[in-house]
């Protein structure tokens, strides 16, 4: 069964059952996928090290927050 099959099933639930169905699919969007953390990790870590070594240039945090 195709996301277009599903689609049209869940268009024909009562409301109840169509909210328990989105509520469903939003709250597996916000599950922390491994995989993506581990990358993330990795990706911050070539960074402080790049930072470490002069490699990349900061910015001072009144700058980032600054309300212009």
């Given at each position: ?20 169905v ?20 990795e ?26």
């Amino acid at each position: 069964m195709g996301a277009k099959d599903i689609l049209e099933k869940a268009l024909k639930l009562k409301p109840q059952d169509k909210l328990t169905v989105v509520e469903g699919l939003l709250k597996s969007l916000d599950e922390p996928d491994k995989d993506i953390d581990q990358i993330w990790a990795e990706e911050a870590e070539k960074r402080l090290d790049a930072y470490r070594r002069g490699g990349l240039e900061g910015i001072p945090m009144e700058e980032i927050f600054s309300e212009e």
